[in-house]
């Protein structure tokens, strides 16, 4: 019982970080109907601008995440405009461009880093909580905790605030959306900033645990979109619950099975799942719809 | 023409991709009028509406609601200067709840007391949106929906609303309903511009009526006038191809 709960709050923490890649990926896909394969790559560069900058710049944490973010969301407004703006119209190959998006990034950081894991020695790592009889690193439970509070932030966002309405509002109907005034081209900048912010958090919150290397956002994007499909495509609690479950069903499947079989038990799960709910746990199965 | 015309467009050419499918169309609505598009499918009345309302980019000619041009708006620039357009295809937010649809209808307004009193008077329109106000716009009937897309028009309170086929797969009593609205909003002194496939149904709601065809203006008339003109007759008939062997221009 003590291993299970153990294990179970390890998932919570790397279902965490897959939720903050499915979010990021669902903000886009929501508006542009794009899926942004280089949303792992992001979430790489993410890592390591966070670690150049508490490594050579400030050394605290906290401004290190926050100058992943704004750097990201910059990257974001330039691939959104350079990239996917031009492509708009053609949603083939604006997912062959971010493949591509893919091989530029993680190259450009081999050229300017290095291909070598870098340390990201902050202090939450060697610092542990005692939770009765269990000792977890601050890290875990700060992942587990910021995870939590960006999900409220961005429930709140999309539900309360006019601007967060609204970029539901072109997801579901962008040809409404243009009646009623909503500058659409914006929304989609809105998305791109918003899923960009959370990349750089995802990979920014994970360098610390287990080091920032080019391909560190390549596992977390293949079970990122896991946790979508086994949500529900389009749907934000479905991405949420998803991504939570497969980080817990992959930690604790550890307890039962050699830890080289947990990619078997998350995959046929969703193998499952989608033979009983093809539209996964939460989508709603509908046609031409990308609420 | 009235000199007092509300919505006023001159020699107005647009279409898409440089093709153009509306040619040189001058119309003018008065307050409190309703002015009836006519003319087959394909004839560009569609277009014309999308074209005053600053979704086609290149449209040439000019454009004004109450002498404030439209010359080179975006949508939101249109919306706030007192055109509201409810397009043919559901413009709802389906997973929005109605109050929500609501809120969406006034977004280009900056003033969240004036949005809140323009839902409350809204829905004082169309009770029957209060009565679903925590539902989700997809979930209301076909009619209904048409009922919010006309109330989210109101919320910008605006001097023109242009309306394309807003009776169309509606069964004839909700079809009424509509109609019977757009009789409201041109009572309290807006203008209407009204596209209508069924040309019987749209001459009996309308004060006047032009008739397009291949992208033109070939007949003006009053709506009384036009009902007992063969040659609308012929296109009421849904006659194939032309209607009127030579235009006046």
């Known amino acids: 019982m003590l291993a299970f709960a153990e294990q179970a709050v390890n998932g919570l ?22 899926l942004n394969f280089a949303h792992g790559a992001l979430f790489m560069l993410g890592g390591y601008v966070a670690q150049t900058i508490f490594m050579r710049v400030f050394d605290n944490y906290l401004l290190a995440v926050a100058g992943a973010v704004l750097f990201l969301i910059l990257i974001g407004a330039l691939l959104e405009r350079g990239v996917f703006a031009p492509l708009r119209g053609n949603l083939r190959n604006q997912v062959i461009a971010s493949l591509g998006l893919v091989l530029v990034i993680q190259n450009t950081v081999v050229a300017v880093f290095g291909p070598n894991a870098l340390q990201f020695p902050v202090q939450a790592t060697r610092a542990t909580v005692q939770l009765g009889p269990l000792s977890f690193a601050v890290q875990h439970l700060l992942i587990i905790a910021v995870g939590a509070a960006c999900v409220a932030a961005l429930f709140a966002f999309l539900h309360l605030t006019k601007l967060g309405t609204a970029l539901r ?26 899923s960009m912010a959370l990349a750089a958090i995802g990979g920014a919150l994970l360098g610390p645990l ?8 390549d596992l977390p994007l293949v079970k990122g979109l896991a946790g979508i499909v086994l949500g529900g495509m389009g749907s934000i609690p479905g991405a949420v619950l998803g991504g939570l479950a497969i980080g817990v069903i992959e930690a604790t499947s550890t307890l039962v099975l050699p830890t ?26 509908t046609r031409d719809d990308h609420g | 023409m009235a000199e007092n015309a509300l919505l006023k467009a001159e020699a107005v050419s647009a279409g898409y991709g440089g093709r153009m499918i509306v040619e040189d169309v001058s119309l003018s609505v008065a ?18 509406l999308r074209a005053f309302f600053g979704l086609l ?18 949508p939101r620039g249109v919306l706030l200067t007192g055109l509201a357009y409810v397009p043919q295809e559901r413009s709802v937010f389906p997973k929005l709840t109605v109050r929500e649809n609501l809120r969406m209808g006034g977004y280009a307004l900056d003033d969240a007391a004036l949005l809140a009193r323009r839902v409350e008077q809204a829905l004082d329109v169309f009770p029957r949106l209060r009565e679903r106000i925590g539902q989700l716009a997809g979930t209301l009937s076909g009619g209904e929906q048409r009922m919010l897309e006309v109330a989210r028009t109101l919320l910008l309170d605006p001097r023109v609303v242009m309306l394309d086929e807003p009776s169309i797969g509606l069964a004839p009593r909700l079809a009424e309903q509509v109609f019977s609205t757009i009789r409201d909003l041109a009572a309290q002194g807006r203008g209407i511009l009204l596209v209508e496939q069924s040309v019987k149904r749209a001459l009996a709601v309308s004060d006047r009526a032009v008739v397009m065809e291949m992208g033109r203006i070939v007949l003006e008339d009053s709506a009384a006038a036009l009902a007992s003109d063969d040659r609308v007759a012929k296109l009421y008939m849904g006659a194939a191809g032309k209607a009127f062997d030579q235009p006046p221009r």
């Open chain 1, 169 to 194: 509002a072109v997801s579901q109907n962008p040809r409404g959306a243009l009646v009623v005034g909503i500058d659409v081209e914006a929304t989609h900048k809105l998305a791109f900033a918003l």
């Open chain 1, 260 to 285: 080289d079989w947990k990619d078997v038990v998350v995959f046929c799960t969703i193998v499952v799942v989608l033979l009983l709910r093809p539209q996964g746990l939460f989508g709603l199965r």
């Open chain 1, 210 to 217: 287990f080091l920032v290397f080019p391909q560190m956002g």
């Open chain 2, 57 to 74: 980019p290149g449209r040439t000619g000019h454009v004004a609601v109450a002498d404030r041009s439209l010359d080179g708006l975006t």
């Open chain 1, 13 to 34: 923490m790397m279902g965490s970080i897959y939720v903050f890649v499915a979010l990021g990926m669902m903000l886009i896909y929501g508006v542009m109907h794009v």
């Open chain 2, 31 to 48: 307050p409190g009028e309703v002015l009836c598009l006519l003319g087959h499918n394909g004839a560009g009345k569609s277009t014309l």
